[in-house]
């Protein structure tokens, strides 16, 4: 990763701010062990290692694409993020980064297999993200070509696509199983922060992965220091891995609709899931099922044996629950709609929990109060309501008759259920405000 300093490896950082222009002769000193007296008495905001400024007169911190500055790695400083001063709160407009030597660099990032619908979708949203550069994109089938000669939609996307990866901060692989672990290994053992949208690295039991998938997996030691891109359960997680695993559309849907019921305790074991899905996601490759004549006008169910997104959701709401652990049938249909995907999950009360519609619409905000794409809403949601977005939209509900716990919620397989939680997981990562590049509303109608 290239570094924005051009002298001595500071790890604190003075910057000016509009109250007054700091003399300081020094911008830092080595190592972690305080801030010097000067610079507190000084009207300078300071950074220090991994701390993030407390702006003198807000209450809230600026993120590091507000600062542009230096995270301390091993004792070796990184600069990551290009700073768009536009957006910083007022005392600080007024930054001014030749004070200190520093030159903001932004951090380059590139994807692995840009010709399926996940990959362009990721290079679209890419395109719009305020911090981050998409340098470089690769396909084997359109190696040579240009972008937008693949994806005329994205005519502003001009780069080549090649058949290799290189010099890029972070890698994103929409590559599919198997072929994703076995061409990430290098990047990963190199260091490189890899944000995987394949099935590879999801499951933490190997036997798991191999059964479902009836492949050997490729790269079974790397499981251990991967972690489930689902921020809403594991934000802090993701913040510290260097390999993050974004979840199946299916599973993402299913696992936000319960999550909440499980984790506080609500139902039972025994649920029920059923999806309904667009054709984008069966992919670009082509099939009978997704033949417009046999597609349209119909809905079919499919992967009743067991779909391959069902050990996602069992290990994950497997977390939350109170043991026995979670037993779902889950059963997902094609519907002749492009993308989206509505999950309905029913699941009875358990024995002695009383609560009424309005305390379980109370603990699903309660649950998801710091998550910021997912929206609890008073009305069923439809899958327009989050087209090209990544949102989700969750409806919690009871069925007083028969004491069933019925959710339903919305999410853009493409987005949410892809790309968008790609997208979503790199800020996290990287420590950028994680709506960044991702607070578009849904296209309508």
Same mark, same amino acid.
């Given at each position: 990763?290239?570094?924005?300093?051009?002298?001595?490896?500071?790890?604190?950082?003075?910057?000016?701010?509009?109250?007054?222009?700091?003399?300081?002769?020094?911008?830092?000193?080595?190592?972690?062990?305080?801030?010097?007296?000067?610079?507190?008495?000084?009207?300078?905001?300071?950074?220090?290692?991994?701390?993030?400024?407390?702006?003198?007169?807000?209450?809230?911190?600026?993120?590091?694409?507000?600062?542009?500055?230096?995270? +301390?790695?091993? &004792?070796?400083?990184?600069?990551?993020?290009?700073?768009?001063?536009?957006?910083?709160?007022?005392?600080?407009?007024?930054?001014?980064?030749?004070?200190?030597?520093?030159?903001?660099?932004?951090?380059?990032?590139?994807?692995?297999?840009?010709?399926?619908?996940?990959?362009?979708?990721?290079?679209? =949203?890419?395109?719009? +993200?305020?911090?981050?550069?998409?340098?470089?994109?690769?396909?084997?089938?359109?190696?040579?070509?240009?972008? !937008?000669?693949?994806?005329?939609?994205?005519?502003?996307?001009?780069?080549?696509?090649?058949?290799?990866?290189?010099?890029?901060?972070?890698?994103? &692989?929409?590559? !599919?199983?198997?072929?994703?672990?076995?061409?990430?290994?290098?990047?990963?053992?190199?260091?490189?922060?890899?944000?995987?949208?394949?099935?590879?690295?999801?499951?933490?039991?190997?036997?798991?992965?191999?059964?479902?998938?009836?492949?050997?997996?490729?790269?079974?030691?790397?499981?251990? &220091?991967?972690?489930?891109?689902?921020?809403? =359960?594991?934000?802090?997680?993701?913040?510290?891995?260097?390999?993050?695993?974004?979840?199946?559309? +299916?599973?993402?849907?299913?696992?936000?609709?319960?999550? !909440?019921?499980?984790?506080?305790?609500?139902?039972?074991?025994?649920?029920?899931?059923?999806?309904?899905?667009?054709?984008?996601?069966?992919?670009?490759?082509?099939?009978?099922?997704?033949?417009? &004549?046999?597609?349209?006008?119909?809905?079919?169910?499919?992967?009743?044996?067991?779909?391959? +997104?069902?050990?996602?959701?069992?290990?994950?709401?497997?977390? =939350?629950?109170?043991?026995?652990?979670?037993?779902?049938?889950?059963?997902?249909?094609?519907?002749?709609?492009?993308?989206?995907?509505?999950?309905?999950?029913?699941?009875?009360?358990?024995?002695?929990?009383?609560?009424?519609?309005?305390?379980?619409?109370?603990?699903?905000?309660?649950?998801?109060?710091?998550?910021?794409?997912?929206?609890?809403?008073?009305?069923?949601?439809?899958?327009?309501?989050?087209?090209?977005?990544?949102?989700?939209?969750?409806?919690?509900?009871?069925?007083?008759?028969?004491?069933?716990?019925?959710?339903?919620?919305?999410?853009?397989?493409?987005?949410?259920?892809?790309?968008?939680?790609?997208?979503?997981?790199?800020?996290?990562? =990287?420590?950028?405000?994680?709506?960044?590049?991702?607070?578009?509303?849904?296209?309508?109608?």
């Amino acid at each position: 990763m290239r570094s924005g300093l051009s002298s001595r490896p500071w790890t604190c950082l003075a910057i000016a701010t509009r109250f007054g222009l700091s003399s300081l002769r020094q911008a830092g000193q080595r190592g972690n062990d305080g801030i010097r007296p000067s610079i507190l008495r000084s009207r300078a905001i300071v950074l220090i290692g991994e701390s993030a400024p407390l702006v003198r007169r807000h209450r809230r911190r600026l993120s590091h694409s507000q600062w542009g500055a230096l995270r +301390h790695v091993n &004792s070796r400083p990184v600069s990551r993020f290009q700073h768009p001063t536009s957006n910083f709160p007022p005392p600080t407009r007024a930054l001014y980064f030749p004070l200190v030597g520093v030159t903001p660099v932004t951090t380059t990032v590139g994807i692995l297999n840009v010709t399926g619908y996940a990959g362009s979708e990721l290079a679209r =949203l890419l395109h719009g +993200h305020p911090d981050v550069r998409l340098a470089a994109v690769t396909g084997r089938s359109a190696a040579g070509k240009r972008l !937008p000669d693949v994806f005329p939609h994205l005519w502003a996307l001009d780069l080549p696509i090649t058949e290799s990866l290189e010099g890029v901060d972070v890698v994103f &692989s929409a590559l !599919p199983h198997a072929a994703a672990a076995e061409q990430l290994v290098p990047y990963i053992e190199a260091g490189t922060p890899v944000i995987d949208l394949s099935a590879d690295f999801r499951l933490k039991r190997v036997d798991e992965y191999e059964s479902f998938y009836k492949v050997t997996h490729p790269a079974p030691h790397l499981l251990p &220091s991967a972690v489930f891109g689902l921020p809403e =359960l594991h934000r802090d997680d993701i913040a510290a891995t260097k390999l993050t695993a974004v979840p199946g559309c +299916h599973s993402t849907g299913v696992i936000l609709a319960l999550a !909440p019921a499980f984790a506080a305790g609500l139902i039972e074991p025994d649920v029920v899931a059923d999806t309904k899905t667009g054709l984008s996601g069966a992919g670009r490759t082509l099939g009978l099922n997704v033949h417009f &004549s046999e597609a349209d006008e119909n809905v079919a169910p499919y992967g009743l044996d067991g779909h391959r +997104h069902l050990p996602e959701m069992t290990q994950e709401l497997g977390t =939350l629950a109170e043991a026995p652990a979670p037993a779902v049938t889950f059963v997902p249909h094609y519907i002749p709609m492009t993308r989206g995907i509505l999950s309905t999950c029913y699941g009875r009360l358990r024995d002695g929990v009383r609560i009424d519609r309005d305390g379980l619409k109370r603990a699903y905000r309660d649950f998801y109060r710091d998550a910021p794409f997912v929206h609890v809403s008073d009305a069923p949601p439809s899958t327009k309501h989050v087209a090209g977005t990544n949102y989700c939209v969750v409806h919690p509900s009871i069925d007083r008759r028969t004491g069933t716990v019925v959710v339903s919620s919305a999410i853009d397989n493409l987005g949410k259920g892809a790309a968008g939680a790609a997208v979503q997981c790199l800020n996290i990562m =990287l420590g950028l405000p994680e709506t960044a590049g991702l607070q578009s509303l849904a296209l309508f109608p």
